[in-house]
């Protein structure tokens, strides 16, 4: 009897966790859980499986987990990759491309046309692996931007929105400010966050390295590339808004957003703070407006930026990669990313956006976002590099020994940083 | 008969399916790995011994220990000296004893994370609620956190007071163990409360001392949480704690091989730590 119940039981935990035969039809598309894009990917999801009723796609946003990063691990350890996945980081594609678990995209017929067409050839050169194929479909972009509060900028006598590393610093002077005498300052030109977490450089160091370098790599046939005057300046020009007391070192958690709470004149960031800082605002006239990230004083031309680039990939998994890749041309192509701009609020990664007609209604409507999409003609992702965190982990602990703390010149920081990736390359090589 | 044959195995199963899965399991494959090198998604590459010679040339993990023995140096004293007081206290005969005793324990039972958070908002340097009033009453503002000397004091602290009202309790027993006659026949011959504490209350909570300062160690040792939420580890890698390093390799950059050599030294230097202390604490007086 306690045999038949063993049996019985073993019999059980096998069934549960086979996926079930019905759940196995059609491809499985998983989108990322904003709700916003649930409604996007549901509604193209719809309209090809009405149209491609042989060809069914199954949506199902990415399961919940700590972080996307770790549920799309956890699926490539256990072999439960979807088909397609849409909102991959762009730095996180190389390792993946390299264990072996996506589809090469540019063996899928009429790929790379399209999206030569739809983003343009410097894309394509960007999203193209060290191994010479593409493993990604550039989708969206939230490029980093410099947000500026107006109100304090006529408090400082000016309407001229400071461009240049100069007149940041200048401006840094007139905002900083101890409006209620403690011998403290409250008043500041900016905050950027203080953590040594590798993500937090995308909104300093690296978007002001590719706003100095015109889109400069950091790693580049294998070695650091960051050695040189652009990452110096740019670490002396944030070192000494902390020196100046320009900057804060305080490292926020649940406090309120300081540029919300108009204690900083100014901010780098993403599209997403126009919807945040208009739900947020404490009076109804809080007036900002977005400018490109800080240049030198020397600099001429357009002023590139990091693109925070989130794509779309074709696990191995995939039985049919063409279907998948047809299904995901119907989102991508213009009358898709009309949809997933409007319904989204984020930027496709199409080319000369802000120029097509199609687009105008929404740009006319939102003319915040019109700064963001000209900026997106002038932005860069991450190298193709397998150990790109630690590349950003390395230069994120220079950072904080140079730039916060004025423990180290920049031109130290930067080469010891460039000597610690230039190990961990070579390591990683062997 | 048969019946005979499988039902014990059928009772001590849920043991040993535990054992096997989350104990016996990890271990040998954490040994495994230290042999390799494996990012999780890639193949298992057998690499000899070259995770050990880069962790004894990994200066990074080094500071991370030193950390974590700063950290220790000063936790465990506090945590004893407060849990003991407290508990000496709670001891006596006190209106809202009960109301005390639950007080001091209510933060153990409240989420690390919560804690930490709260924390970080009292020490924090320019909003802190810790900084305003001691600008307001004339004093300078302290790095609490910011500050590369001072922060991993500051966490020491901050656990301290997370921690302390389970060692009450721990005291405590301990206390209501001693024999109230001992301190009856002191009394008799004229002892003080000092004498009555340092000879009888301390030799006789001896094994509860050993215990509290094997728990603090072990507990301190597995420093993760404070400095995660806190600080990241900074400043200036100050309160980069062995087991956040530990899990940087591992879940930061899939160092899966590297970490597991890291985490093996390290349970065996807490290992040797606590035979040192058995050694000098622990006394069969």
Redesign the interface.
């Known amino acids: 009897?306690?045999?038949k119940i063993?049996l019985a039981f073993i019999v059980l935990i096998f069934f549960s966790c086979e996926r079930s035969v019905s759940e196995q039809n059609g491809l499985l598309f998983w989108s990322s859980n904003n709700n916003r894009e649930i409604e996007f990917a549901k509604e193209f999801t719809e309209k090809w499986n009405k149209e491609h009723p042989n060809q069914m796609v199954r949506l199902q946003p990415v399961p919940e987990g700590q972080s996307s990063e770790?549920v799309i691990?956890a699926a490539?350890?256990g072999k439960t990759t979807p088909d397609i996945y849409a909102n991959m980081w762009q730095g996180s594609v190389e390792?993946?491309a390299?264990?072996g678990?996506l589809i090469a995209l540019d063996s899928l017929e009429g790929f790379t046309e399209f999206i030569t067409e739809r983003c343009g050839k410097e894309t394509v050169k960007e999203i193209t692996s060290s191994d010479g194929h593409i493993y990604q479909v550039p989708w969206k972009i939230n490029p980093i931007m410099t947000i500026y509060n107006r109100t304090f900028l006529s408090k400082i006598g000016t309407t001229e929105v400071p461009l240049t590393y100069s007149e940041y610093l200048a401006a840094g002077e007139k905002v900083k400010e101890d409006s209620d005498n403690?011998?403290?300052i409250?008043k500041w030109l900016g905050y950027t966050s203080?953590?040594?977490?590798?993500y937090e450089r995308f909104f300093n160091f690296y978007s002001l390295y590719i706003a100095a370098s015109d889109g400069g790599s950091l790693v580049k046939n294998n070695k650091a590339a960051f050695n040189n005057e652009h990452a110096v300046n740019v670490f002396r020009f944030l070192q000494k808004l902390y020196i100046n007391q320009y900057y804060?070192?305080?490292?926020l958690?649940?406090?309120q957003d300081p540029f919300i709470a108009e204690k900083v004149m100014t901010k780098w960031t993403g599209p997403w703070e126009i919807e945040h800082s208009e739900k947020f605002k404490t009076r109804e006239d809080f007036d900002f407006d977005f400018s490109p990230m800080h240049v030198p004083d020397d600099h001429t031309g357009p002023v590139y930026t990091y693109a925070d680039p989130k794509n779309i990939v074709i696990f191995n998994t995939c039985e049919n990669p063409q279907v998948a890749w047809n299904f995901i041309k119907t989102m991508i192509n213009r009358e898709g990313d009309k949809v997933f701009l409007e319904t989204s609020g984020q930027l496709p990664r199409r080319q000369q956006l802000e120029k097509d007609s199609l687009f105008s209604d929404y740009f006319l409507k939102n003319p915040k976002v019109v700064k963001f999409a000209k900026q997106a003609n002038y932005v860069k992702g991450v190298d193709n590099c397998e150990?790109i965190?630690?590349v950003f982990?390395i230069i994120s602990?220079e950072y904080?020994?140079c730039v916060?703390?004025n423990?180290k010149s920049p031109e130290k920081a930067i080469e010891d940083a460039a000597r610690a990736v230039n190990v961990l390359l070579g390591n990683n090589e062997s | 008969m048969k019946k005979n044959k499988w039902l014990p195995y059928l009772f001590v199963a849920p043991y040993l399916i535990h054992f096997v899965v989350f104990v016996a399991f990890p271990v040998c494959f954490s040994l495994f790995l230290t042999f390799h090198k494996w990012n999780i998604i890639s193949p298992v590459e057998f690499v000899g011994t070259a995770n050990y010679s880069r962790m004894f040339n990994d200066r990074m993990f080094w500071k991370a220990i030193l950390n974590t023995l700063k950290f220790l140096v000063i936790h465990i004293p506090l945590q004893l000296i407060f849990a003991l007081a407290l508990a000496e206290f709670l001891n006596q005969k006190i209106k809202l004893q009960g109301f005390y005793r639950a007080a001091f324990f209510l933060p153990v039972i409240v989420s690390g994370v919560v804690v930490t958070i709260l924390w970080q908002q009292l020490l924090a340097f320019d909003s802190g609620i810790i900084n305003r009033l001691l600008v307001n009453i004339g004093f300078g503002k302290v790095g609490w956190l910011v500050d590369p000397d001072i922060a991993m004091g500051s966490i020491a602290v901050m656990a301290t007071w997370k921690n302390v009202g389970l060692y009450v309790i721990l005291f405590l027993v301990g206390l209501q163990t001693v024999p109230p006659s001992y301190y009856e026949a002191a009394e008799i011959e004229g002892a003080s409360h000092w004498q009555k504490f340092r000879h009888i209350t301390l030799p006789l909570i001896n094994p509860t001392i050993f215990m509290v300062v094997i728990l603090s160690t072990i507990g301190g040792f597995s420093l993760f949480i404070e400095p995660y939420i806190m600080t990241g580890g900074g400043p200036l890698n100050s309160t980069l704690s062995s087991v956040l390093y530990i899990y940087k390799q591992a879940f930061q950059y899939y160092h899966m091989g590297y970490s597991a050599t890291l985490g093996f030294f390290f349970a065996l230097l807490i290992l040797s730590v606590i035979i040192i202390q058995k050694k000098y604490i622990e006394t069969n007086d």
């Open positions: 009897m306690s045999n063993l770790e691990l490539v350890v390792m993946y390299k264990a678990v403690d011998g403290y409250d203080v953590k040594v977490i590798w804060s070192r305080e490292r958690s649940a406090a150990v965190v630690e982990d602990q904080e020994a916060i703390y423990k």
